[in-house]
RNA sequence: GCAGGGGUAGCCAAGCCAGGUCAACGGCGACAGACUCAAGAUCUGUUCCUGUAGAGGUUCGGGGGUUCAAAUCCCUUCCCCUGCACCA
């Protein structure tokens, strides 16, 4: 082995190897206390990015540590493969998608291979592959291997199926309609960020559109599409495009006039739609009149060219008063029509509409993007400040924010409207089609609105250990806020068959909320001792519930096993879990699992983001490969990088030249541990102390640090604190090669949980066991020499003084003197200290007890001058300040033996006094500015 | 709209909950020195301003307040970011 050549990726295979082989990793029942931690586990949707492995990296580091610490862990993994990820990547494989095809070639993936992948069944198990060995194994993570799953298997299936008669037992399986996107070529579609689906409008909304039934003298429908329907007070026109042809349909038994486009979308989202086949140019429709719902005033039908038949109905009700638009239409139609102001906002005067366009200078209906701006700033200060004014009937007098849905819910109940979802962008399909919103009657919903569960789960959720607090206090918001879940789906996706509707999938967030009970299963099928095929609800109930009779011996163990590991200690997931998989995970749980089986923590961590925060994507530049990047920087490298660059409850920026400087201090501690066996053996019992001293400070950080799941504080201890106080003791001379060794072993078990790989490579110099089976250190208070870490304190100060004066005098140094504050002055510090203590610290008390010993008088003048600045100066000291100058060092005799490496960094000659001795030399008449832990220093 | 997070020195990023150890961890960048034929790597030191004695001054988005003391607590204001459901 090269001492001084860290070759990591030597190391890091070696050791992979080892740990493997003898399978470490494999969870065993035999300390009585347990610790069963596991991450979100990843949807299959591709080659995974530097930034997945943050959350998992963290994962690893406190299994190793809880290990460590004498629990038996679980550490269990494995794949959520339902949904469409991994169909999607299959799609992309099959219509040769350009980068899809060059990636999996970049990879290595050979053509044979890449044909395959147009199945996705065949995705889910060639990335399973590469997730475990290529990410997992490669970061040295100690999964239990033995039990990994995927959610397509047919135990899942079975389990989740189980899990759903469940729920319909707990009356939270129920039906009712739903709207989802959809496309009339393709079917259903998902509408998100990563665009899986769709070509156009990831970031689309669906929104809820009141529309409003204005009846004409014939009684046909004209209907209004608005977000605003408490507005409706303040119609005064509607507004149809004289170009566009209307077609005339019965919905629900009445006749509508609206767009050929609008009658498409509703056909999709209302049973009774009945198109009429007839015609009606706008044209035809201005002129005419209806009637306003509620207030039943009859108003004109006017032109309107800007009126868009793909938006909403197409058809507008006109409010000038406080909608931009219609104010600027109106005064352009030259119609002799009053705005009717219907709400009192502060800021404004009778027509809000006109006087921000008069403020903006609107004077077109072109201008569309002043009107965008003026009509948010309308909406906005409506919204929070606005009352409805005396025109509003019986809302008159009601805030607006608090009265949208009382006016859209008696349109409703009058049968004077509906609600027509839209789009608040287009969306377009894969296949080029438009994407629309569809009712589904009869879908089933998971009901989280349930009032027991809700509050129970909000009461349980109280006692868990949840990281980070603020996610804890946020989280009983998000559980009232979260609604019922549709559950189920049509379409090609891969997930468990609905037990109680054919031909329908569960959708892959509800197949993932109890999961982690699946793992103590999946071993043994892995091991092929249970079939999945064998599990029925009989055996789920007796395993997880405790109902029923176990089969044969195969039950028993596995409700064992069961009942040993579960609950979930920390489910650790990224920031994206926060409102959807982490409270359907507890509610889930809460639903169907027993109190003492339900979770007990969550830990959220936020992501690596490329520079500039921007989410890390392909798409956009993305970033390094996992495989590249253990490569390039090595994986403890990475393992340190992502434990310590920031907090768990930040993004971090993804920065490659950190991560090369983390690699650099792996190197250099791997040299400095490596030169330390070159050393003399030398005993100075008061540095040796100290070392042993700042160890035992470590221990203690590092713990207390690791309980709270602080990795960060941690890792700064044992990496940098550490590292630090072993180079001062160097860099002072100290070379005690038994306290040395002491030392190197201890700091390798403590870096192991990080970087296990460099860990196990030092201990083996030593040693023929892993240190990824040792016992952390545990905390000696025997070890603490605190006489020593104040000595070591006040060298340092000493040291640092006489640096200051050097640099700002600019003197090079002939010969320094320093001056130890006398025997009197460090008396009446510890009287004060402990006056301070009381709450009883005074200038007038502590002179008086001063001048009662005779042999002060002399120095009267001297005391109280010192005394007076004595409260202020305590006054900033902390616990630790304090508890220093409480201990009994001689300030003298400690910096007396240091006089060697004084003089060595000053390079000149250096001399202590005694201020306490008479006839001291002073020719700089320093020795007054002498005091506690701050010795005067006079330099030649 | 609903909910959440954040603004810290040239940059990234700790600290804030439990006010004083904070001119503010750590890293990057920059500067100087050591090593080297040289470069790189590594090591040492410096890096808000002023200063020929260990000091002083001004900083933690802006404004105000509480306190002997505030980056930290309270109020107010401006600006950024994230999630919101069939996407995992």
Redesign the pocket.
Known sequence: MQPNNYDYIKIEQKWQKEWFEEKIYESKKENLKKFFIHFA?????GYLHVGHMRGFTYCDIIARYKRMLGYDVLYPAGF??????SIGFAKKVERKDETTLKDLKNYGVTNEVIKKLSDPSEVVSYFGNVYVEDYWKKFGFLIDYSRIMSTISEGYKKFIQWQFYQLKEKNLLIQKP????FCPNCG???????E??ILKGGSA??LEFTTIKFKMKDGTILPAATLRPETIFGVTNMWINPNVDHVKAEINGEVWILSKEALEKLTYQTKDVKPLNETISGKDLIGKTCVVPIVDREIPILSGPFADPNVATGIVMSVPAHAPYDWIALVESKADIEALTIIDVKGFGTNPAKEVCDKFEIKSQTETEKLDLATEEVY?KE??TGYLNENCGIYAGIKI?DIKDAVKNELIDNNQAIVMREFSEEVVCRCGGKVLIKQIPD?W?IK?SDEKLTSESKDYSNNMNIFP???K??LP??LD?????????KGS?LGTDFPFKKGWII????D?TLYPAYYIISKYINENKIKGKDLDNEFFDYVFLGKGKAKDSVWEDIKNDFDYWYPVDINLG????????FPVFLMNHVAIMPNEKRPQGIFVH?WV?QKG???ISKSKGGVEHINEAATTYGVDAMRLYYA????P?????W?S??V???K??L??IY?MIGHINKFKDLKDENLDNWLKSKLQRTIKKSIDAFE?F?L??AT?EIF??CQ?NL?WYIKRGGSNKKILNDFIKTWTKLMTPITPHLSEELWHRDNNEFVSNEKYPIFSEKEIFEKEEVGEYLLS??T??????L?????KPKKIC?YISPAWKQDIYKKAIKLAEENKLNVGQIMKDVMSDPKMKALAKQVSQFVSKLP?EI????E??KKRYLIDMKEYNYLKKSIEYLSDIFSCEIDIYSSDDKNVNDP?N?IR??IPL???????
């Open positions: 586990y990843p949807g299959v949707s959520h493969a339902s949904g469409i990820p739903h709207f989802a996107p259903p579609v998902a509408v998100d960020k990563s899986t689906d909304e669906i906005k919204f929070h924010s879908q919903f989280y607090q603020e996610y206090d946020e918001g998000i806020w979260f609604d019922d879940r549709a559950c189920i789906r996706w959708e892959p967030i509800s993932s990224g920031k994206e879990h926060k409102t959807v998989h936020w983001t925060k921007e989410k310590h660059v920031g907090s409850f930040v993004d971090i920026e920065d030249e950190a090369t400087k983390y650099n201090r190197a250099s040299k709270n602080d960060r504080v700064n940098f604190e630090k180079q100060k000493v640092d003084d006489i640096s200051e004066i640099k700002v005098t600019k003197i320093i202020g006054m900033k000291l902390n630790n300040d700089g320093k500015f002498a701050r010795p005067a220093i006079y330099i030649e």
